[in-house]
């Protein structure tokens, strides 16, 4: 199950919340409201410093033309 980070709304207290979808509801664990909003930025540390994939954007770096995107053959980044 993914993990997601929350935060109150009525505490304003963060926390992270194993859920069974990105749609499941959750509570605060500091004070049990479920007035708590999902936090979209940080899924996890290491997702949030991943960097980003450049063949994703039409610039993969293994072809040497910038702007080409990644025709996927031995691509690291794809
Ligand atoms: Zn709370």
Redesign the pocket.
Known sequence: MPIFEYR?K????LFEALVPNADAKTA?E????KQVEKQLSTFSPAVATTPKNPCSTGGCPSTGKAGTGCSGGGCPFS
Do not use: E, P, R, V
């Not at 009525?10 to 207290?13: D, I, L, P, R």
């Not at 500091?30 to 409201?33: I, P, Q, T």
């Open positions: 109150c009525k505490c304003g207290t605060c500091a004070c049990g409201s």
